[in-house]
């Protein structure tokens, strides 16, 4: 087998979002979705949606898929589809941006799964059928009380854990932008004392404060607040780009620090992290490496006795954790969510979503072959649009 082309179509789609510079409802927002397609001399072809700043739920730019239908086809039509990991090395070393190189290594997945005739978990080597979830919330849903009446009610749906994006670059008082002050540290604490409050002292709690804390001094205070409330983990606290400050932050405190969460360089930078003692668990996605990616990144967590907690939802980051135990990769983060937000609202080019919850609070892996995509072309070639 051999690929012959690689396409990308953008099409148009509608979905809730959550305005995050002046916190508000966007109800059915215009979304660019993408659609990647690898195909191969046997009529096979492999899919991967999305790849934009929501993983799965955003399209690529113009620019990206350029690259993809322009120097990555060049490269890759001849190839064996199968030969994944060599695709993967030649992608590092041409320097492909991770997000286009990600999109290629799923959709190659998606292909082998179609092929034969499994879900891409089982592929890989599967290592569980369901998965934990916990409801992550947009950032500026609202006050301290907001994120706590919300957090009752996703208790009331049935999930078992809970994070918290609080305050960025937005005044919870005023309901205004703060470009020059990111983060609000007051209510910010106050917003997870009034959590725990509300849910009580079993339901899991995580922070994720995205980097906004800009000096050690204030994440620190924070911290010792998350320590006194139990909270799980605290997240991507300070801007990745100082390491030594995340290593001092590590010796300071003893709730987990999970990061890095967004540094580029993928099993690499994850592993220097490791070494350096800058995090306590280790965060990965499809977006970072693809599926390949992922599980290299949770093999090193192991070998280490740390977690590798797979960052954002989506049918790419399902699978790397049904190919990784719990013990390494226990939560899957299922949003991001926010009052208003009908998150399991169905995507009109699918017919049906790959994170449905069941009544225990678990995610079922998709079951059909490849990465589980049931698509509904005649709505993709409806809402075709030129490159965007």
């Known amino acids: 087998m051999r690929i012959t082309d690689i396409r990308v179509i953008p099409f148009r789609t509608y979905a809730d979002r959550w305005d995050i510079g002046h916190g508000r409802l966007i109800p059915k927002a215009e979304v660019h979705q993408t659609v990647t397609c690898i195909d191969t001399d046997e009529g096979l072809t492999g899919y991967f949606f999305g790849g934009g700043k929501h993983g799965d739920q955003d399209g690529l730019n113009v620019v990206e898929q350029e690259m993809l239908t322009g120097r990555i086809k060049a490269l890759l039509v001849g ?4 030969d994944r990991e060599m695709v993967w090395k030649w992608l590092w070393v041409a320097n492909i941006p991770e997000v286009v190189a990600s999109v290629v290594d799923l ?5 082998a799964g179609r092929a034969f005739g499994q879900p891409v978990y089982k592929v890989m080597g599967g290592a569980r059928d369901k998965v934990k979830a916990y409801a992550s919330t947009y950032p500026n849903i609202g006050s301290p009380q ?4 919300h957090a009752l009610a996703c208790q009331a749906e049935g999930y078992t854990a809970y994070k918290i994006h609080p305050h960025y670059f937005w005044n919870p008082e005023t309901g205004l932008p703060t470009p020059g002050r990111p983060s609000n540290i007051k209510d910010d604490i106050e917003t997870c004392q009034l959590v725990r409050e509300a849910v009580g002292p ?3 709690l995580m922070y994720d404060v995205w980097g ?5 001094e204030e994440t620190i205070k924070v911290g010792r607040e998350l320590e006194k409330l139990d909270f799980y983990w605290f997240e991507h606290p300070m801007p990745e780009y100082r390491v030594e400050s995340y290593v001092r932050l ?4 003893s709730i987990p620090i999970l990061a890095p969460e967004i540094a580029a360089g993928g099993v690499f930078t994850r592993a220097e992290w490791i070494l350096r003692g800058a995090s306590d668990m280790s965060r990965m996605d499809v977006r970072r490496g693809g599926l390949t990616g992922c599980r290299k990144t949770a093999v090193v967590c192991e070998a280490y006795g740390i977690k590798c907690e797979i960052h954002m939802a989506g049918w790419g980051n399902l699978h790397a954790m049904g190919a990784t135990s719990e013990d390494t990769s226990e939560y899957y983060e299922k949003g991001l969510l926010a009052p ?4 399991d ?3 009109p080019y699918l017919h049906a979503n790959c994170d449905q919850m069941d009544a225990e609070g678990m995610i079922p892996l998709p079951q059909m072959p490849g990465l589980g995509y049931d698509i509904v072309w005649d709505y993709i070639n409806d809402n075709t649009t030129a490159a965007s």
Request: with cysteine.
């Open 146 to 149: 907001v994120y706590a009446d």
């Open 79 to 82: 190839q064996d589809p199968f």
């Open 340 to 343: 208003g937000v009908d998150y």
């Open 212 to 216: 906004t804390y800009h000096t050690l």
């Open 202 to 204: 079993d339901m899991v």
């Open 345 to 347: 609202a169905p995507h």
């Open 250 to 253: 590590c010796r300071e405190l």
């Open 107 to 111: 959709a190659l997945w998606d292909l």
